[in-house]
């Protein structure tokens, strides 16, 4: 294993370094089994968690903030970004749009329920159980008692009651409140435990959407007594340590917001703890900082400066699996050296641009394309090629599978050039002197791919590779506004995922509707492609009414994808890995395939259920 020199760790991360300072000497606790979930509610199945206290424990002595911590107690993490994000919630709150939760304030913020991919569970939190109408035009929510804010103020059905009322009362200004004010037509706190929403139109996935927690997607449920008093949200000083703010539910409560670097430190007492739910975590501090590149990240989680980091590129994460035996990933030291994320990444076209507004033309793209050859050179073999715009999780393999046929009769994996020549000649292309598709006029088709740096540095010349070798005049593009462009659509090819469908094939379905379609310079929003078709739309809507996991549903999912496959938007390209090198020095009992408790990231609301399982290794 090779240690950075002083010099070096100082030269490559200045800023890191201040950060890993904070940590200092603090007493410890001795470590925990993690024993199995068991059920608790008929609708759901309790967090996954360490053994619960018989009794509740007497509350901890000492200052607040937390003084100094032991690096044995401190849990270090990389994500990238700084100023503003590390400060945007102490001036604005949890609604403004610079927000992010992927800083490590997802450690403070609880939903009424968690969702776990690998073990296709929920998991009651805040709410212990919840019901629709045989309708599904309202929803009763059973609100857990025993739940506090962390000014001691007891959680009760009026926080959310509050919450949604406000962003009803607040649209569109504020995160996901348009959506809401659209969906619920009245919402009520009936009692302390009770809550009830009625819609204005049936709908079977406003918990799942907006109460649950899984990935990045989830509602943040504000203190009522707090806010009530607010009238601006986005001019809320929300952050002041000696007053005790934010108020949160869960288990940590930001402590430092500063520009390079973010510091969480574990309350005295938390409701979960106190109720015998869930033991109180063993890390005491939880310092974020900003991660400039995949070089200096690797290193720093190789000399276990940082625990863990952002997910690497497979060149590198296979390095530090190789060099450090002290790092494992979620399939520990083998290929693909990660887990599926729900994030699979297609070649995305702007259908709006001529001349990919044909479907020949796409077709002609997706047949130069070989899927496996980009897993196998541009990630080493470490990696899946996909032909659906789905992740390949347990809830969504159902589906993929029942439509098999459809997938060999449109084979988006399959590379030939001889049918790429059909479809281009049958649209009225031919090749020019130097062997380039061109139009009637002579103009070459714009097959640049954006692709950004590094993220999509490894697979992204491949595919402009193998377009250029299709006849398409193709390169891979990334300027240092690649975001900017992939959005405002002068990218007509770009690389991008889908932050859609876990369980229910609805949501990225949805995500294609034509009442999403935005024309370009505004972004496309969930359409990246811009592709319209109100046949398809209509299925989906039909979808939309649907509960989930109705048998119904994979008839529909069929005659919708049939149409998808039919007209392909896009080209899907490969399932996305997170490849997150995480330092067994510290801490132990990381979700990996012999214990997948939840996905890895620490950037995910989930992030909890990764601090309530690890354990110390000193």
């Known amino acids: 294993m090779k240690k950075l020199t002083r010099r070096e760790f100082l030269r490559l991360s200045t800023v890191a370094a201040a950060g890993v300072l904070a940590a200092a000497c603090a007493k410890t606790e001795a470590p925990t089994a993690t024993p199995e979930p068991k059920a608790e509610a008929p609708t759901a199945t309790p967090a996954p968690k360490a053994e619960a206290p018989t009794t509740a424990p007497e509350p901890e002595a000492g200052a607040w903030p937390r003084e100094d911590v032991a690096r044995n107690r401190t849990f270090i993490q990389m994500y990238p970004g700084g100023s503003p994000e590390y400060t945007n919630f102490g001036i604005h709150g949890p609604y403004t749009a610079g927000f992010t939760h992927q800083h490590g304030d997802a450690s403070m913020l609880e939903p009424l329920a968690y969702y776990?991919?690998?073990?296709?569970?929920?998991?009651?939190?805040?709410?212990?159980?919840?019901?629709?109408?045989?309708?599904?035009?309202?929803?009763?929510?059973?609100?857990?008692?025993?739940?506090?804010?962390?000014?001691?103020?007891?959680?009760?059905?009026?926080?959310?009651?509050?919450?949604?009322?406000?962003?009803?009362?607040?649209?569109?200004?504020?995160?996901?409140?348009?959506?809401?004010?659209?969906?619920?037509?009245?919402?009520?706190?009936?009692?302390?435990?009770?809550?009830?929403?009625?819609?204005?139109?049936?709908?079977?996935?406003?918990?799942?959407?907006?109460?649950?927690?899984?990935?990045?997607?989830?509602?943040?449920?504000?203190?009522?007594?707090?806010?009530?008093?607010?009238?601006?949200?986005?001019?809320?000083?929300?952050?002041?340590?000696?007053?005790?703010?934010?108020?949160?539910?869960?288990?940590?409560?930001?402590?430092?917001?500063?520009?390079?670097?973010?510091?969480?430190?574990?309350?005295?007492?938390?409701?979960?703890?106190?109720?015998?739910?869930?033991?109180?975590?063993?890390?005491?501090?939880?310092?974020?900082?900003?991660?400039?590149?995949?070089?200096?990240?690797?290193?720093?989680?190789?000399?276990?400066?940082?625990?863990?980091?952002?997910?690497?590129?497979?060149?590198?994460?296979?390095?530090?699996?190789?060099?450090?035996?002290?790092?494992?990933?979620?399939?520990?030291?083998?290929?693909?050296?990660?887990?599926?994320?729900?994030?699979?990444?297609?070649?995305?076209?702007?259908?709006?641009?001529?001349?990919f507004d044909d479907p020949r033309l796409r077709w002609a793209l997706a047949y130069a394309i070989d899927q496996q050859q980009v897993v196998d050179v541009g990630w080493l073999g470490g990696g899946e090629p996909t032909n659906v715009p789905f992740p390949y999780y347990p809830g969504l393999m159902k589906y993929i599978d029942g439509i098999k046929d459809l997938l060999e009769e449109y084979n988006v994996l399959e590379r030939d050039l001889d049918k790429v020549e059909s479809l281009m000649t049958e649209a009225g292309f031919t090749k020019d002197s130097e062997g380039f598709w061109v139009d009637a006029e002579g103009n070459r088709p714009d097959t640049d791919i954006w692709g950004a740096v590094p993220l999509f540095?490894?697979?992204?010349?491949?595919?402009?590779?193998?377009?250029?070798?299709?006849?398409?005049?193709?390169?891979?593009?990334?300027?240092?506004?690649?975001?900017?462009?992939?959005?405002?659509?002068?990218?007509?090819?770009?690389?991008?995922?889908?932050?859609?469908?876990?369980?229910?094939?609805?949501?990225?379905?949805?995500?294609?509707?034509?009442?999403?379609?935005?024309?370009?310079?505004?972004?496309?929003?969930?359409?990246?492609?811009?592709?319209?078709?109100?046949?398809?739309?209509?299925?989906?809507?039909?979808?939309?009414?649907?509960?989930m996991g109705d048998p119904k549903i994979q008839d529909q999912f069929r005659r919708a994808m049939e149409i998808w496959l039919r007209e392909l938007p896009e080209v899907p390209l490969v399932q996305w890995f997170h490849r997150i090198p995480m330092n067994q020095t510290y801490w132990k009992n990381w979700p990996t395939v012999e214990n997948p408790y939840i996905n890895g990231a620490p950037w995910h609301l989930t992030f909890p259920i990764i601090l309530w399982n690890l354990e110390p290794t000193q």
Not at 213 to 229: E, S
Not at 284 to 300: C, F, K, N, S, Y
Not at 462 to 476: M, P, V, W
Request: aromatic fraction near 12%.
């Open 457 to 547: 540095a490894d697979i992204a010349p491949i595919c402009a590779e193998q377009l250029r070798s299709a006849g398409f005049d193709s390169t891979h593009v990334s300027p240092p506004d690649v975001w900017a462009g992939q959005d405002d659509g002068r990218a007509t090819l770009h690389l991008y995922g889908h932050g859609g469908s876990v369980l229910d094939p609805f949501y990225t379905l949805n995500m294609y509707h034509i009442d999403k379609v935005k024309e370009p310079p505004d972004a496309p929003g969930d359409n990246r492609p811009r592709w319209a078709n109100q046949e398809f739309s209509d299925i989906v809507d039909e979808m939309n009414v649907t509960p």
């Open 116 to 355: 776990s991919i690998f073990g296709d569970k929920e998991y009651p939190w805040l709410a212990e159980i919840y019901e629709y109408s045989d309708d599904a035009t309202e929803l009763t929510c059973h609100i857990r008692k025993g739940v506090e804010w962390s000014d001691g103020t007891p959680f009760t059905a009026a926080d959310v009651e509050f919450t949604i009322q406000s962003l009803i009362d607040k649209a569109p200004d504020l995160r996901d409140s348009a959506a809401i004010a659209k969906w619920v037509k009245a919402v009520e706190a009936v009692d302390d435990y009770t809550l009830k929403l009625t819609f204005n139109e049936p709908n079977w996935r406003f918990m799942f959407t907006y109460f649950n927690y899984r990935f990045d997607r989830g509602l943040y449920i504000v203190p009522k007594h707090i806010y009530q008093d607010v009238e601006d949200w986005l001019a809320f000083n929300n952050f002041d340590v000696e007053q005790g703010l934010p108020v949160v539910t869960g288990a940590y409560q930001i402590v430092q917001s500063q520009a390079q670097h973010k510091i969480h430190d574990r309350r005295y007492e938390w409701w979960a703890d106190k109720i015998g739910l869930q033991k109180m975590p063993q890390i005491e501090r939880i310092i974020h900082l900003p991660m400039a590149d995949d070089t200096v990240g690797a290193q720093m989680v190789i000399n276990s400066e940082t625990d863990c980091t952002l997910d690497l590129r497979p060149a590198t994460i296979k390095s530090i699996v190789e060099q450090a035996d002290h790092i494992v990933t979620h399939s520990l030291r083998d290929p693909p050296w990660g887990y599926v994320d729900w994030w699979p990444i297609s070649i995305h076209i702007n259908n709006m641009t001529k001349p």
